[in-house]
């Protein structure tokens, strides 16, 4: 027997670090090459991690819930041949599968896995590793991926009606259980499970009045970013309020269209044509500032990868339309709703939330009317769409109850001056009031 020693690899993110979220295995398990290990949460996106190694489960050297760095020795594993597989296997983003068996992922750049293979001497210290839940939905049909939703929604597989032709839950049976509203959507607030972070009580058992909560993982990337976008780019914020009744009108128009009955339609699919159509009109709200050696450049981008911040179960991420400004609002609206799933389950990549222009902010699905947001690093432009309510308007003299919203944009002042920033913001509120702009 030969004991090899598995470390934290480089899953090609840029990061150093990562939480052992979920361990796959326990000691005496018998694994093959390609068994998934463990799982684990990086600053941006849950990997599974799979065996170089085929032999049994020896033992685990971090306890889930810890975060330890890239290189660091987590799981050892008795082979009875030396030699791990030919080819390493790479880490497996959570939701790239189908139909329950894994798939190659696409490589985003750089994503390269390394540290596989024989590390360090073995830890002589055995940790136990934590307890883990026993699931009420012990018994029922359901494939890991779904298994998985269903944990991420906080739905009790064994509460849903299945609808697969062998008896087994699928997705749609998971989501429509779950009744949860689109995160893009002015419907009402997500609701996600009761336990939202992970929490250690500070003082005795009996002395409740103070906890702590651990900065890691989407947080602590989340702060790091937010400071240092707050402390190094010089913020300015508009605002204007916006009769968004035609914009209203044409939704629903929308959703009765056959071109559209397969997808769903929302505010926020106008709110970001008008965002593209804007971007055309003042372009440095698509730029970024870019420290160089030489002093500082400003690098304005001639095609809008459109972010759209999300509140999802594992925090606050900020995904991408690549290449928004070439899509039909057709193309727009499915990549809309792809994205809004994929945020909604947690299986949000780091590719796609890797080289964003401009961001929006959909503040309304909070019931928030306005507000002054940070923009997203590397950007130079983040505009907040506030809920759509009935307001008594003037219109023509007359008090009538309309549809009205509040457009607010924050921008780096290095960048954008004040007359762009407004012309801007009057631009997207132009359409909001008037999409029959966009067929100029």
Same mark, same amino acid.
């Given at each position: ?22 361990? %796959? ?40 819930? %810890?975060?330890?760095? +890239? ?40 994503? $390269? ?67 949860? =509203? ?42 790091? =970013? ?11 914020? +508009? ?8 914009? #209203? ?11 559209? =009955?397969? /997808?769903? +339609? ?33 690098? $304005? ?8 911040? =999300? ?9 991408? $339309? ?7 609002? %057709? @193309?727009?609206?499915?990549?809309? @709703?792809?994205?809004? $799933? ?17 961001? /929006? ?6 019931? #928030? ?18 809920? /759509? ?10 008090? %009538? ?19 762009? #920033? ?19």
């Amino acid at each position: 027997m030969t004991t090899q020693t598995f470390v934290l690899p480089d899953v090609g993110e840029g990061l150093t670090e990562a939480e052992i979220v979920t361990w %796959r295995v326990q000691p005496g398990d018998p694994v093959a090459v390609d068994d998934v290990l463990v799982e684990i949460e990086t600053a941006k996106s849950l990997v599974e991690l799979p065996s170089p190694f085929a032999g049994t489960v020896g033992e685990m050297l971090v306890d889930e819930g %810890r975060t330890v760095d +890239v290189g660091t020795p987590i799981i050892t594993i008795e082979t009875t041949d030396a030699t791990a597989a030919p080819t390493a296997p790479g880490p497996v983003v959570v939701g790239q599968r189908e139909h329950g068996e894994p798939v190659t992922p696409p490589e985003p750049e750089g994503a $390269v896995l390394v540290g596989y293979g024989t590390g360090g001497p073995v830890s002589s210290r055995r940790r136990k590793p934590a307890e883990r839940p026993v699931r009420a939905s012990v018994g029922v049909v359901a494939k890991p991926p779904i298994r998985k939703l269903a944990r991420d929604l906080g739905v009790d597989l064994a509460d849903v009606a299945p609808s697969g032709t062998a008896g087994e839950v699928t997705r749609d049976d998971v989501l429509k259980h779950a009744s949860q =509203a689109s995160v893009f959507r002015n419907i009402q607030t997500p609701q996600w499970s009761a336990v939202r972070e992970e929490t250690i009580p500070v003082a005795a058992q009996d002395d409740e009045r103070t906890e702590t909560i651990p900065v890691k993982g989407v947080r602590k990337a989340t702060a790091n =970013a937010m400071v240092g976008s707050a402390y190094s780019a010089p913020h300015v914020t +508009v605002w204007t309020d916006v009769d968004a009744s035609r914009t #209203m009108e044409l939704v629903k128009r929308l959703k009765a269209s056959p071109d559209f =009955a397969d /997808i769903k +339609v929302s505010p926020l699919l106008i709110m970001a044509r008008a965002v593209i159509w804007a971007v055309r009109r003042t372009p440095m709200v698509n730029a970024a500032w870019v420290d160089t050696a030489d002093g500082a450049e400003i690098r $304005v981008r001639h095609y809008v990868n459109l972010g759209i911040a =999300a509140a999802t179960p594992r925090g606050l991420l900020v995904p991408n $339309v690549k290449d928004a400004q070439n899509l039909s609002l %057709r @193309e727009l609206a499915r990549a809309l @709703e792809k994205l809004t $799933v994929t945020a909604r389950e947690g299986k949000t990549t780091p590719a796609d939330q890797q080289g964003g222009t401009i961001t /929006i902010t959909n503040i309304g699905v909070f019931g #928030m009317d306005a507000g002054t947001p940070i923009i997203n690093p590397g950007e130079a432009g983040i505009v907040a769409l506030g809920t /759509i309510r009935q307001k008594p308007w003037v219109v023509d003299g007359e008090v %009538r109850p309309r549809w009205v919203t509040t457009v607010a944009g924050s921008f780096d002042h290095r960048v954008v001056d004040g007359d762009g #920033m407004s012309r801007f913001i009057a631009d997207v509120a132009s359409i909001l009031e008037e999409p029959a702009l966009l067929l100029d």
